[in-house]
């Protein structure tokens, strides 16, 4: 009977430290599970507030376009409040009790309008076809030294994308129509119409993501590029110096790099078109009226809300037209 008692008690002693091991996993776990809950609970919180920060910031630009819409003067330059991104977030974090903003206005009339490279057929029908002064444009921008492609490269890649734009399926050139496009690994068909988002690029035959995007050793392209604009005007008084480049053949780096300077200073007047034609050094050569204005209809807004290594972004794009500003695309990142 002796024996017996004692082996019970080992089992009762066993059965107990089984018990309690039980008991401190499960709690381990809830404890865990609690923590991880906990985390993302004040992570979706913080998302929200830094996304409302964010969503605060794309008005503030909306409404300092606006108000730069009603000045007096009708031309647009760098020199106004808009360009100003270090201004424009200034003093954010008094503004919010758990956070800050980062707004940046990015004017795209000083870019090329891609979707201009065609011209549409007359009233009595006929096909699509070049705009010449535009498709010169896009050549020389695309022949900088910047992005290091051959003549016979820039010649293709304009083709193709002008076959990605037009409606036909007859292929231009050296180009691609949906015939090429259907026999990749992955295939899709040509879009035949203007570009909605300058991203479908990277469909069009030839523009590789390293082109488009730019490396640490050279720039893309789309930050020269737009979808948007009707008419193929550049401002002139925010366009980058590779765009400026572009505008005539007879633009030299030094004439480039006199406009810069020129448009810099603030005394100067930037009103005209022609305002380039005074600037030293510049050849008699150079006639690009037809090619540029010096207002701005369409504007790309980036505005962040941040706190510490956590971020929220709003980018969109908008249309100043006649004081009013419409939102043509914008999406919560």
Same mark, same amino acid.
């Given at each position: 009977?002796?024996?017996?008692?004692?082996?019970?008690?080992?089992?009762?002693?066993?059965?107990? +430290?089984?018990?309690?091991?039980?008991?401190?996993?499960?709690? +381990?776990?809830?404890?865990?599970?609690?923590?991880?809950?906990?985390?993302?609970?004040?992570?979706?919180?913080?998302?929200?507030?830094?996304?409302?920060?964010?969503?605060?910031?794309?008005?503030?630009?909306?409404?300092?376009?606006?108000?730069?819409?009603?000045?007096?003067?009708?031309?647009?330059?760098?020199?106004?409040?808009?360009?100003?991104?270090?201004?424009?977030?200034?003093?954010?974090?008094?503004?919010?009790?758990?956070?800050?903003?980062?707004?940046?206005?990015?004017?795209?009339?000083?870019?090329?309008?891609?979707?201009?490279?065609?011209?549409? #057929?007359?009233?009595?029908?006929?096909?699509?076809?070049?705009?010449?002064?535009?498709?010169?444009?896009?050549?020389?921008?695309?022949?900088?030294?910047?992005?290091?492609?051959?003549?016979?490269?820039?010649?293709?890649?304009?083709?193709?994308? /002008?076959?990605?734009?037009? #409606?036909?399926?007859?292929?231009?050139?050296?180009?691609?129509?949906?015939?090429?496009?259907?026999? +990749?690994?992955? #295939?899709?068909?040509?879009?035949?119409?203007?570009?909605?988002?300058?991203?479908?690029?990277?469909?069009?035959?030839?523009?590789?993501?390293?082109?488009?995007?730019?490396?640490?050793?050279?720039?893309?392209?789309?930050?020269?590029?737009?979808?948007?604009?009707?008419?193929? /005007?550049?401002?002139?008084?925010?366009?980058?110096?590779?765009?400026?480049?572009?505008?005539?053949?007879?633009?030299?780096?030094?004439?480039?790099?006199?406009?810069?300077?020129?448009?810099?200073?603030?005394?100067?007047?930037?009103?005209?078109?022609?305002?380039?034609?005074?600037?030293?050094?510049?050849?008699?050569?150079?006639?690009?009226?037809?090619?540029?204005?010096?207002?701005?209809?369409?504007?790309?807004?980036?505005?962040?809300?941040?706190?510490?290594?956590?971020?929220?972004?709003?980018?969109?794009?908008?249309?100043?037209?006649?004081?009013?500003?419409?939102?043509?695309?914008?999406?919560?990142?």
């Amino acid at each position: 009977m002796k024996r017996l008692h004692k082996d019970s008690g080992g089992f009762a002693l066993l059965l107990t +430290l089984l018990i309690i091991s039980l008991i401190v996993t499960v709690t +381990l776990q809830f404890n865990t599970s609690m923590t991880s809950e906990l985390y993302a609970a004040a992570n979706l919180r913080d998302g929200v507030r830094l996304g409302s920060i964010a969503n605060s910031g794309f008005h503030y630009a909306l409404a300092v376009l606006y108000e730069d819409a009603a000045a007096e003067n009708k031309f647009d330059s760098l020199h106004e409040d808009w360009a100003d991104s270090r201004a424009l977030s200034a003093n954010s974090g008094s503004l919010f009790e758990d956070g800050r903003l980062e707004v940046r206005i990015i004017d795209h009339s000083g870019r090329i309008q891609i979707n201009q490279l065609l011209k549409a #057929p007359d009233e009595k029908g006929g096909e699509y076809t070049y705009d010449m002064t535009q498709k010169d444009l896009l050549t020389r921008f695309l022949s900088s030294e910047e992005f290091d492609l051959d003549e016979e490269t820039v010649d293709d890649l304009v083709d193709a994308l /002008k076959d990605w734009i037009d #409606p036909d399926h007859e292929v231009t050139g050296f180009g691609a129509e949906s015939s090429f496009y259907q026999t +990749l690994d992955r #295939p899709y068909t040509c879009r035949n119409a203007p570009l909605e988002f300058l991203e479908e690029l990277l469909l069009v035959r030839g523009i590789s993501r390293e082109l488009f995007y730019g490396t640490e050793e050279r720039p893309g392209i789309s930050a020269y590029l737009t979808t948007q604009g009707s008419d193929g /005007k550049i401002n002139i008084n925010t366009a980058h110096p590779l765009v400026l480049s572009a505008l005539s053949e007879y633009l030299d780096q030094e004439m480039v790099e006199e406009m810069i300077a020129y448009r810099e200073d603030e005394d100067n007047d930037l009103s005209s078109i022609s305002w380039y034609s005074g600037v030293r050094g510049m050849s008699s050569e150079v006639s690009i009226d037809h090619l540029v204005s010096t207002s701005s209809h369409y504007f790309e807004i980036r505005s962040a809300g941040i706190r510490e290594t956590m971020s929220k972004r709003v980018e969109g794009l908008v249309e100043r037209k006649e004081g009013a500003i419409k939102i043509v695309s914008w999406r919560l990142e």
